[in-house]
């Protein structure tokens, strides 16, 4: 059976006996970076400040491009072709940068300290644990498969995470042929072994089963002619639809085309047992029925869990009854000096308008008057925007230009004259909370957020100064750093057939084969610089990159 990473991981046993690592050089402040995922190479990539020594530790001595993960699973791209390995990025560096081969198991927030043990096959006898400390932590570790501890889920499913998972899972669909193809196979044991199940209707679901589908239509048949009529694929989807992220038109869009082409969509089924031959579903609706489907491959992608080591870690920094590791908007763990987290282990809590409320009005009411002009509102709109992005979202929503137009809806104030207390400013702002979202677990947020804390370090002797940050409406002065803020450069939606759906921002939805020139040109404008080493193909279900615009 299959077992993801993290459940392999030995538990940690001589760890107080293990060595602390020395520092390159004792003068330095150290960083130390977990993972080489999205958000712990982007860090890297952007880190420049001379002044840190950096060490990196990471079971995994590559970067993934995961949107090219599921052409991976059919063979349309080599998996050679999606990995870097972190030693290049390594030796371009300007900054002290070691490399270790390593999972962290244990994070000791108080001492300073992690504890990590090396996943390499060998015969190392006890050094393959050790201690490292840090002057500051950066936890880039991603996440793990989620089963939701549905039985059988672990043993008998692939996942699509790793590399080695697209590799495995491109050998298991060859041999599901090959043993449909065996002279002994009765039909039926044929229809089952080519029977296809995904599990999850998100974007890596979908984009497994639009390559499949490819792949069986387009080389299969020519290779397996005596079985190709028996092959099915199906998409198990608790929730009514599927790409339930997207906008309408794409979801649609996607359940027709799939429609059409035969793949199976069963929406409303959730599964509830999955044993070697069989996956078990539970209708969400009419009275819940549990049915069995025989099945002979299964993808499970039905979204992200915490690593048991952070989970451990939130206990420590106080956040135990938290769903996942809560940074504050300067990405900072909350609870706990100096460790920051970042990508799909991280979420940022980000604060609500109203529970600030009255401080943000008392920042404002300069003169302290107990009320606002409409001049002392507007030098404090700019602060309000930046520090909570769900105020600009709801101005968008409502179609509006600015805070006042907010202001002008909620009371009778304009431009100068008319004063208004806080009970107005309340109302005025009441429902912009309304629009708050976790950001989603993508390589976009995450590569941003490695950019953005980049870009902290390499101006930290000013942090350290002011290490509030830019909270400047609670009266700091001006050289703080900004909170992080995601920018939303667009989501792509691969259907197979060479085609993609885009959703961009401002509304902009186009379908069909020539949405693919715009996914050269979100590459173009990625932050990250990637070249893939042959013809890109596929996709990429949201465009990455820290700045730039689409389409330009
Ligand atoms: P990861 O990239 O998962 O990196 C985590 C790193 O931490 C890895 O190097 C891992 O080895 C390491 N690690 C794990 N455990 C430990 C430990 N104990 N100690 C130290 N290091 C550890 N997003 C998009 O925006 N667009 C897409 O098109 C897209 N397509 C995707 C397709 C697939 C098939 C998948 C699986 C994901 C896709 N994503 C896409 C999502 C995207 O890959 C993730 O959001 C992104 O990888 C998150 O980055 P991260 O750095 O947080 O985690
Ligand atoms: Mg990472
Ligand atoms: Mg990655
Ligand atoms: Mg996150
Ligand atoms: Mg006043």
Redesign the pocket.
């Known amino acids: 059976g299959y077992v993801a ?2 459940e392999a ?1 030995p538990e940690p046993k001589l760890i107080s006996s293990a060595p602390v690592i020395d520092r390159v050089d004792n003068k330095k402040q150290k960083i130390v970076v ?9 860090f890297l990539r952007n880190l420049k400040n001379p002044n840190y020594e950096v060490q990196i ?4 001595n ?3 491009f ?5 052409s991976v699973t059919c063979g349309t791209v080599e998996a050679r072709s999606i990995v870097e390995p972190i030693r290049n990025i390594v030796r371009k560096k300007n900054v002290d940068v070691q490399f270790t081969e ?4 244990k994070i000791d927030a108080q001492n300073n300290k992690i504890y ?1 043990h090396s996943n390499l096959e060998n015969n190392l006898d006890g050094q393959e644990e050790f201690v490292v400390d840090y002057d500051y932590l950066i936890i ?4 793990n498969v989620n089963t939701f501890n549905t039985p059988g889920v672990m043993e008998n499913c692939h ?4 590399v080695e ?2 590799q495995k899972i491109r050998r298991t669909v060859i041999d599901c042929f090959e043993k449909a193809s065996l002279p002994t196979v009765s039909d039926e044991e044929k229809k089952r072994i080519l029977h296809f199940a995904v599990v999850g209707g998100g ?2 679901g979908v ?2 089963a639009a390559e499949l589908h490819d792949f069986v239509n387009e080389d299969l048949v020519k290779l397996y002619p005596g079985v190709k009529d028996l092959v099915r694929i199906t998409i198990l989807e608790a929730g009514d639809h599927i790409l339930n992220m997207f906008d309408k038109r794409i979801t649609s869009f996607a359940e027709e085309k799939f429609q059409r082409e035969g793949i199976d969509l069963k929406t409303g089924s959730m599964v509830v047992k999955v044993t070697n031959k069989e996956i078990f579903t539970k209708e969400m609706k009419n009275g819940g029925e549990v049915s069995a489907m025989p099945y002979g491959m299964a993808l499970w ?1 039905t979204g ?1 869990g915490t ?1 048991p ?2 989970k451990d870690f939130m206990t420590q920094v106080g956040q135990g009854n938290r769903r996942a590791l809560a940074t504050d908007e300067w990405l900072r763990v909350e609870g706990c000096d100096k460790v920051y987290a ?5 979420t940022i809590n980000q604060r609500k308008v109203m529970e600030d409320i009255a401080a943000i009005f008392r920042k404002a009411d300069k003169d302290n008057s107990g009320t606002l002009t409409i001049d002392e509102y507007e030098e404090v709109i700019k602060d309000i925007c930046e520090r909570y992005p769900q105020v600009e979202l709801y101005l968008k929503s409502k179609q509006m230009k600015n805070m006042v137009d907010l202001l002008k809806e909620t009371t009778d104030v304009s431009k100068g004259n008319v004063e208004f207390n806080i009970e107005d400013f309340k109302t005025a702002l009441s429902k912009v909370d309304s629009q708050m979202k976790n950001l ?8 941003q ?2 950019v953005y804390l980049a870009k902290c370090f390499n101006r930290m002797e000013e942090a350290e100064k002011n290490p509030e940050g830019p909270l400047r409406f609670r009266g700091e002065g001006r050289h703080r750093f900004r909170p992080f803020r995601y920018k939303h450069l667009g ?2 939606a ?1 259907l197979g057939g060479e085609q993609t759906a885009a959703q961009l921002p401002g509304d902009w939805v186009s379908i069909g084969h020539s949405s693919q020139w715009l996914w050269y040109s979100v590459y173009a404008s990625m932050g990250v610089i990637w070249t893939p080493r042959r013809e890109a193909v596929g ?6 990159g820290s700045g730039g615009h689409c389409g330009s």
């Open positions: 990473y993290a991981t977990l993972g080489t995922g999205w958000a712990g190479t982007s530790i990471s079971p995994r590559y970067f993934a995961t949107p090219l993960l599921p390593a999972a962290c198991l990590c880039a570790v991603g996440a996942f699509l995470k790793e998972d697209a974007p890596t984009e497994f992608s992200i690593r080591f952070i970042i990508g799909d282990c991280a989603p677990a993508t390589a976009q947020v995450a590569a957020q490695g989501q792509f691969p996709g990429t279900w949201a465009c990455l």
